[in-house]
């Protein structure tokens, strides 16, 4: 069975500054039209790593909607259901500094109402038939309970993934329910108002997550890497970042959850499926797409990856 990802695709708007950015007048560099959403990102990233997807989101019914649907087809990406829809894609404007950093950006919801009409008719059977499910918990409440509710009758682990701070606020509640939950200081800081200025300091941070049911916490720190707790095994642990060249950072965040999701649904144990997502956030940052078409290369010499074979 595959891991079923349900989120949104985005058309990435990214302008690329040669320098540091003024915001008070002209900044000369370039822009780039790519693919992206959160959804969207995770669905690619699990693909290229050698995992099995199936990927049920919207699309705009145009030429440019067929390209995303023909794109993640091309990678082995299962997209029968994709819904094609007036507005069914995002858009995402970014501004990004002469170093790849992130330094401004507006987003443009899709309309996601067929989606969601989709999910609420034939959601039981899809997550019946999957070996563990990822969710945007950006769609609507009652669709993404439905989702949460089935997967826990039929013991599917479910992953959910916010595009935008602001649900997280709202939908603290279904963290509990999830095999892993992966989020950075900032989140940690604005929906729980803990500060992690150490590697212990969030350590503690993470366990305290897990106190309401949730079965493993991520936090990822940036330079300084991520730390884990897991509250089945009662384990803490510590994976540093693999040093690289900076190009965009955006896409990084998806990678890595991406990666951590492949590397445990795959059989690793905590620590190596963080290492995964290290490797594909890594890989993802020297990349300029939101997801480093080269991941699907880059796994045949990397051993943690090719261990997956071994561990199925």
């Known amino acids: 069975m595959a891991i079923t990802v349900i989120g949104t695709v985005f058309v990435d708007i990214k302008g690329y500054s040669n320098g540091k950015v003024n915001s008070d007048t002209k900044n000369v560099g370039h822009v780039e039209f790519a693919h992206g959403g959160v959804g969207r990102n995770v669905a690619e990233a699990i693909g290229r790593a050698g995992g ?14 067929d390209e995303v649907i023909a ?41 996601l109402s067929k989606l969601e009409d989709l999910l609420l008719r034939n959601g039981e059977e899809i997550v019946k038939n999957s070996s ?12 993404v309970q439905a989702i949460f509710a089935w997967a826990k009758q039929f ?14 606020l709202g939908k603290r509640s279904l963290i509990d329910d999830m095999e892993m939950f992966v989020c950075n200081q ?14 212990e300091e969030a350590k503690m941070a993470a366990k305290d997550l897990t106190a309401g049911g949730l079965k493993t916490a991520v936090i990822t720190m940036g330079a300084e890497g991520s730390v ?3 509250r089945e095994r009662d384990e803490f642990g510590y994976v540093p970042v693999i040093p690289t060249q900076v190009v965009d950072t955006t ?10 999701v492949f590397g445990l649904t795959h059989g690793h144990a905590m620590e190596q499926a963080v290492e995964c997502g290290t490797y594909l956030a890594s890989w993802t940052i020297s990349s300029k797409e939101a997801v480093d078409p080269s991941i699907s290369e880059k796994i045949k010499t990397n051993a943690l990856f090719q261990q997956v074979a071994v561990l199925k």
């Open 186 to 199: 900032q989140e940690v800081e604005e929906v729980y108002g803990v500060k992690t200025t150490s590697v």
């Open 71 to 111: 794109f993640l087809s091309e990678i082995g990406i299962k997209t029968a259901r994709m819904v094609k829809t007036e507005n069914g894609m995002g858009q995402w404007l970014a501004v990004l500094d002469g170093e790849g950093s992130l330094v401004a950006s507006v987003s443009q919801k899709p309309d």
């Open 52 to 65: 099995s997807v199936e990927f049920i989101s919207s699309v705009a019914n145009t030429a440019q909607g």
């Open 155 to 168: 013991d599917v682990p479910v992953f959910g993934i916010v595009g935008n701070l602001e649900v997280l």
């Open 251 to 260: 896409g990084a965040g998806d990678s890595f959850f991406a990666g951590a």
């Open 132 to 143: 563990a499910v990822v969710i945007e918990l950006d769609l609507h409440d009652l669709v």
């Open 228 to 230: 884990f707790y897991s």
